[in-house]
């Protein structure tokens, strides 16, 4: 393999760590790789993007300009129940969904793969809060609780926020093996024992 191309779509009011928190696991990666592991964010325009906590990017590509992808990464947060209703942003994931290695999704973007066509009657989660409603919006589906993340073939997808990471590092290592994605972890010091978690 000497090249991977991994995408992240970004939208108004996504959750800024569902892309931001793969962002950091992906470009790290990179280190001490043979192969060019590029990492672009799409946008459908070229417009800056503000996402849900205020924090404005400007996309590297739009959906005309997108280079070939082998991994596609959809974040939520409120925005999604906007982009499930945009024609072109289903349109554009199920073309470029078709054609990647990895189809994933942190939190409520799993809506949009579902919208897409990309999840139906596959097994998915997303953030707890929402769980009952994409039982309802994607009947079709299995929708998963009390999950970080679950796999169904080449489909991926996240619990809420900072499950993104946990995935991520989790297919950093089924393609460049444990090690690295070990190292990766290391590197980024992540090693999860937040404050407070006796009194959850």
């Not at 090249?3 to 280190?31: H, K, N, Q, Y």
């Not at 082998?70 to 499930?84: A, F, H, M, Y």
């Not at 950093?172 to 978690?197: C, K, L, N, S």
Request: hydrophobic share 45%; net charge negative; aromatic share 8%.
């Amino acid at each position: 393999m000497s090249e991977f191309s991994v995408g992240i779509v970004l939208f108004e009011d996504a959750e800024e760590l569902d892309w931001a928190g793969p962002w950091e696991v992906f470009t790290m990666a990179r280190a001490g790789l043979a192969e060019d592991l590029r990492v672009v964010t799409v946008a459908q325009t070229a417009d800056p993007v503000r996402s849900w906590n205020g924090l404005r990017v400007l996309p590297d590509h739009t959906f005309e300009d997108c280079p070939k992808l082998d991994l596609v990464l959809v974040p939520g947060g409120q925005g999604t129940r906007r982009e499930i209703e945009n024609p072109v942003m289903l349109a554009w994931l199920a073309k470029v969904g078709a054609e990647c290695t990895w189809v994933t999704s942190v939190c409520t973007g799993s809506l949009l793969l579902h919208g897409a066509g990309l999840a139906s009657g596959r097994r998915i989660t997303t953030h707890w809060g929402f769980i009952p409603t994409l039982r309802e919006r994607a009947s079709d589906a299995e929708v998963l609780e009390n999950v970080r993340y679950v796999r169904d073939g080449n489909l991926v997808t996240a619990a809420g926020v900072s499950a993104g990471i946990d995935m991520s590092l989790w297919i950093v290592g089924q393609i460049w093996g444990v090690p690295h994605a070990r190292a990766t972890q290391r590197f980024m010091e992540y090693d999860p024992a937040p404050p407070y978690a006796a009194e959850v």
